[in-house]
């Protein structure tokens, strides 16, 4: 298993712009198996879209907008 400074350099090599940690079980949970892997989760834990790959913008916007219909289909 990769220690803090090895993550922080791996960050900091590949100029990654978002959050990078040591995974915590979260992954396992939501059977998560790719990287990257953008997974769209409701309110009530619903798995709403999972996207495995890169993501552009048209696919994320696709997947916050079915986030948005789902959740007002639930309220």
Do not use: C
């Not at 990769?2 to 079980?25: H, M, N, Q, R, W």
């Not at 396992?28 to 798995?47: C, Q, Y």
């Amino acid at each position: 298993m990769s220690g803090d400074k090895d993550i922080k350099k791996f960050a900091k090599k590949y100029k990654l712009s978002f959050p990078v940690g040591k995974e915590t079980g979260i992954a396992k949970a939501l059977g998560a198996g790719g990287i990257p892997e953008t997974i769209f989760i409701s309110r009530e834990g619903k798995i709403i879209k999972r996207h495995t790959d890169t993501i552009n913008f048209e696919q994320l916007k696709k997947g916050i907008e079915e986030l948005i219909r789902d959740e007002n289909a639930i309220h």
